[in-house]
């Protein structure tokens, strides 16, 4: 895999990188497929009725994104809080956060796209009481952010709404958004100067520009990743007239620089 270039993973390309319980995970942005170095993204799947098994990430953050389905994110010393989500919320996981999401539903599977700034995490399957309270703190609990409660930024020419940042969670490392696209607009040409950037393709057609001529056009559509590394030159298109085109954005800097 060539150095500092973007990357268009398809649904081809993607890979199952781990379960947990009845949880599987399948990754887009990652090491693997883009050589990525601090961002990484994937589809988690819990089937109806399931779960994951509780658990903590022991070296990194990460940003949540419901993208289907509706559950329960238990947290908590004991696992005693139990947080309703719902398509469309975000949910900000800081380290050493001991958590669990279950699927509610007995139809349909919840799905989460799960964002983290590292490239490999370090995962404790949490088997017993004793383990849970001797990683717990109190001030390191993860949060909940419905999607009414999102920091929404509009102009003539996109909607974002910001779900995890420092602002709306507390985060330190780690950010997400959802971005919405008008019909037939394109972002301005820019580099971002100190983050990588991992992108979902939640709904519609654009067309992603890049290379510091902008010379190099990829079409992009519903369930493709993107990755962006530093100081790449780049623009996204909707190429709809009609219809918007939405992604959600995670970057590995709250204090994100564009130029």
Do not use: W
Request: charged letters at 20%; one cysteine or more; proline letters at 5%.
């Amino acid at each position: 895999m060539a150095k500092n270039i973007t990357a268009i993973i398809r649904p081809n390309e993607r890979y199952t990188e781990i379960s947990s319980g009845d949880m599987t995970r399948i990754a887009g942005v990652a090491k693997e497929t883009s050589n990525s170095k601090n961002i990484h993204l994937a589809i988690a799947e819990i089937p109806p009725g399931k779960s994951s098994s509780p658990h903590l990430h022991l070296n990194c953050e990460s940003a949540i994104y419901v993208l289907a389905g509706e559950g329960i994110f238990v947290v908590g010393k004991k696992l005693e809080k139990h947080n309703k989500i719902h398509t469309g919320d975000f949910i900000y996981v800081p380290p050493d956060a001991p958590h669990k999401p279950i699927n509610i539903s007995n139809k349909a599977s919840l799905f989460l796209l799960v964002a983290r700034n590292k490239p490999t995490e370090i995962v404790k399957e949490i088997k017993n009481e004793n383990e849970l309270s001797k990683n717990y703190q109190q001030n390191n609990d993860c949060t909940v952010i419905p999607s009414k409660h999102t920091e929404t930024q509009s102009s003539d020419t996109e909607k974002v709404n910001v779900g995890v940042s420092k602002n709306t969670s507390n985060s330190k490392a780690i950010y997400m958004s959802k971005i919405e696209l008008l019909p037939g607009i394109s972002t301005i040409p820019h580099k971002h100067s100190n983050f990588e950037t991992a992108i979902f393709i939640n709904s519609g057609k654009g067309l992603f520009i890049s290379n510091n001529k902008l010379d190099s056009h990829f079409s992009v559509t519903k369930e493709d990743f993107i990755y962006i590394p530093e100081k790449f030159n780049h623009k996204i298109s909707n190429v709809d007239s009609n219809n918007s085109f939405t992604m959600i954005v995670a970057r590995n800097n709250i204090d994100h620089n564009i130029v």
